[in-house]
Structures are given as C-alpha cells and as structure tokens.
T-cell receptor
Framework: EAGVAQSPRYKIIEKRQSVAFWCNPI?????LYWYQQILGQGPKLLIQ????????DSQLPKDRFSAERLKGVDSTLKIQPAKLEDSAVYLC????????????FGPGTRLTVL | AQKITQTQPGMFVQEKEAVTLDCTYD???????LFWYKQPSSGEMIFLIY??????QNATEGRYSLNFQKARKSANLVISASQLGDSAMYFC???????????FGKGTMLLVSP
C-alpha cells in the first residue's frame, strides 16, 4: 500500500514570496491533516479535512495560509506572502475516518524562508 | 499547562540495551488515546504504538511497549534491545475524546551507539 505522498521535499524562497505544497493521502483515507513542525518542536495542526470539508482550521493563520482539498482526495497548502517564521517542515497526514484511527504521515516538505 | 510533556531532550543507549522514553499527559477527558511516533532524520513521522485510555493491558508492538500508568498520567515508551536504526526523534502524542486532532510533545532525541 502506497503511503502519503508530498511534494516538493524541499523549498527555499524569499520572504513575501508565495509557495504551495501538495499532498496525496493513502487511498481510501477520508481525513487529511496538515501540520507545521518548527525546528525543535513537535508538529502543530494547521488544518483538518474530512473528505473535502474543513473540520478544524482554528490554528491556521488565515491571513496568509490557505488550504483546499478538492474532490476529497489530494490537497494543497499555500502560503502567501511567506514570512521568516514560516520556515518549518510541513507534514501531511491521513487517516481512515477520524477520531478512532491512526494518522499516517508523509515525508514532509522542508521550507526555508530567507 | 502543556498537555504532553517529554522531559528528556536527549537519551543515549548502547546497542542491545533497553531504553525508556518518558511521557506525561494532562487531560480531564476520560476517553483519550496516546501515541508514539518515531521521526528519523529523513523527516517522516512513523507510527509506533497506540494505547487507549480504556485498554486494560499495556500495548506492545514487537520491540516497543508502552508502560501505561493511568493514575500517574504517564505513558512511557520502552524499546527493548536497541538497534542503531532506532536513533531518531521520538514524539509522544495524545488525542482527546471525540476529536481526532493530535497534540504532540516536544520530543526526545535517542542516540544508539555501537
């Protein structure tokens, strides 16, 4: 079974530029999560989708971050404009349904904002 | 108050020895789940083991076991017979009640020496 796929693996941009990350979850997984992991910390949830609907985006900085999951499968996370403090690893995870299922993570995208 | 506390920033162990990674949690919800993930230098979060709050027995998965002490609100990970490939960051995480969101600790870096 293929795991969670993410691209790109690495991205370097200058502040005020925009960037987008892509995630393809495990086949059949209805729930998709985006996490931000700053160096030296554990991952922090940014947004959770159930199929193509948003379940929780309370910690998403909506003035600059946006995410969508069209057709309930793959998802895109965008940052516009980027700030220095956005430098982090962005992890995508998926699970079968939600509250009782284990989340499986992708390899992450390491973003550096200069 | 932090929901997940991992007090050991780093741990060293020799190959073939057992090691315990500490995790304490804070919740008032009677229904919760505790997870351990491994994050090697490649960045991917790898699911290791899960313990539900109502589970009567400690969870085990191969060389991993979870020492669950509910009254003390601790969920320590025990790795038996450490291998060089176990060198990685280890994160404890909690899911509360009917929510699927995971809250992570800050992690413990484990280094296994020959």
């Amino acid at each position: 079974e293929a795991g969670v796929a993410q691209s790109p693996r690495y991205k370097i941009i200058e502040k005020r530029q925009s960037v987008a990350f892509w995630c393809n979850p495990i086949s059949g997984h209805a729930t998709l999560y985006w996490y931000q992991q700053i160096l030296g910390q554990g991952p922090k949830l940014l947004i959770q989708f159930q199929n193509n609907g948003v379940v929780d985006d309370s910690q998403l900085p909506k003035d600059r971050f946006s995410a969508e999951r069209l057709k309930g499968v793959d998802s895109t996370l965008k940052i516009q404009p980027a700030k220095l403090e956005d430098s982090a690893v962005y992890l995508c995870a998926s699970s079968l349904v939600g509250d009782t299922d284990t989340q499986y993570f992708g390899p992450g995208t390491r973003l550096t904002v200069l | 108050a932090q929901k997940i506390t991992q007090t050991q920033p780093g741990m060293f162990v020799q190959e073939k020895e057992a090691v315990t990674l500490d995790c304490t949690y804070d919740t008032s919800d009677p229904s919760y789940g505790l997870f351990w993930y491994k994050q090697p230098s490649s960045g991917e979060m790898i699911f290791l083991i899960y313990q539900g709050s109502y589970d009567q027995q400690n969870a085990t998965e191969g060389r991993y076991s979870l020492n669950f002490q509910k009254a003390r609100k601790s969920a320590n990970l025990v790795i038996s017979a450490s291998q060089l490939g176990d060198s990685a960051m280890y994160f404890c995480a909690m899911r509360e009640g009917g929510y699927s969101t995971l809250t992570f600790g800050k992690g413990t870096m484990l280094l296994v020496s020959p």
